[in-house]
């Protein structure tokens, strides 16, 4: 463990695919970061906001402030967890909901006497409105997310394809990739594509009395019966969202390029030689067992 923990922002959809609420869990069970800020993005950002609150509070951490990013209400941007959610307001949570999203993002960047660690795990409207308005605070910032497809895609299915992250706001994309982030890295679906509990490994999460287990399972419950699965589950769905935490702070069980990326007008995350800028890029798992058994045991307080 690192003598200091990393500061770390979360920029997130949360309220959208389940991986997200799952990724929330893994950072507050990671005591190398230090969340300072959890940022919602995508569509219905006050939802998403409240969806973090509730989650943060009924996990036991309402220190962490919770902010309202920039709406996008023309993206197509589910929104699972509704019924979860019920009839809690701002108000409700114990501590901070932020209106200004963009403004306390940068306030935090600004507090901090050194770097800040921005994990992105969700479209990135957000993050390109912080580029634009803020370049000197992207300059003290390293850029972790969920995002892209290079060699693979789903299920390590060969082939890249345009990723959702990105295509939902391509020129977003395209303009965070170009602003002078001290480094950017990226576990796109060849990496984070593979990550999936079952057996033991699932049901030892699922029957966890840990609040923060706890809350991960009643909104995966939650998440299911928005598609109409009302049976028990007896594995995850893909968990993609918690690989961009687990690189925030190590680089262990992963495979790394460096490469040269541009994402271009389809919304594909390209190798450049040309024009791309350098990305630290988690090509594949070094041992993929090593880390589901590390996302298990931090979730269930064992590591």
């Known amino acids: 463990m690192r003598d200091k923990p990393i500061p770390v922002i979360l920029d997130t959809d949360i309220g959208n695919d389940i991986d997200d609420n799952w990724a929330l869990g893994l950072l507050l069970k990671t005591p190398e970061l230090a969340p300072k800020l959890v940022l919602s993005c995508t569509g219905d950002t006050e939802y998403r906001a409240l969806v973090a609150a509730k989650f943060l509070d009924r996990a036991g951490r309402p220190e962490i402030p919770v902010a309202v990013g920039v709406p996008a209400l023309e993206q197509p941007a589910p929104e699972t967890l509704r019924e979860w959610l019920g009839i809690y307001t701002a108000s409700d949570y114990p501590g901070e909901v932020r209106c ?9 960047v600004a ?12 479209p990135l409207t957000n993050l390109a409105m912080f580029c634009r308005h803020y370049p000197g605070l992207v300059s003290k910032c390293r850029l972790v997310a969920m995002l892209g497809s290079v060699y693979r895609h789903h299920h390590g299915e060969p082939g890249a394809i345009a990723e959702y992250n990105v295509r939902i706001d391509i020129p977003a994309a395209q303009t965070v990739f170009a602003a002078p982030w001290r480094e950017i890295v990226i576990t796109p679906l060849d990496h984070c594509g593979l990550i999936q509990l079952d057996g033991e490994r699932y049901r030892s999460v699922k029957e966890s009395a840990d609040p923060v287990a706890a809350q991960i399972i009643s909104c995966y419950r939650a998440w299911r019966a928005s598609f109409g699965q009302t049976g028990e589950a007896t594995e995850t769905s893909t968990l993609y969202d918690t690989a961009a935490v687990h690189l925030a702070w190590t680089d262990a069980f992963t495979q790394f390029e460096t490469l040269p990326l541009v994402v271009d007008d389809p919304g594909f995350t390209r190798i450049s030689p040309r024009y791309g800028r350098p990305v630290k890029v988690a090509v594949g798992w070094s041992d993929l067992d090593g880390y589901l058994d590390l996302l298990v045991a931090r979730l269930l307080n064992r590591a």
Request: proline residues 5%; negative net charge; charged residues 35%.
């Open 100 to 108: 200004d999203g963009l403004e306390e993002m940068a306030r935090t």
């Open 111 to 122: 507090d901090e006497p050194g770097e800040t660690t921005v994990i992105g795990i969700g």
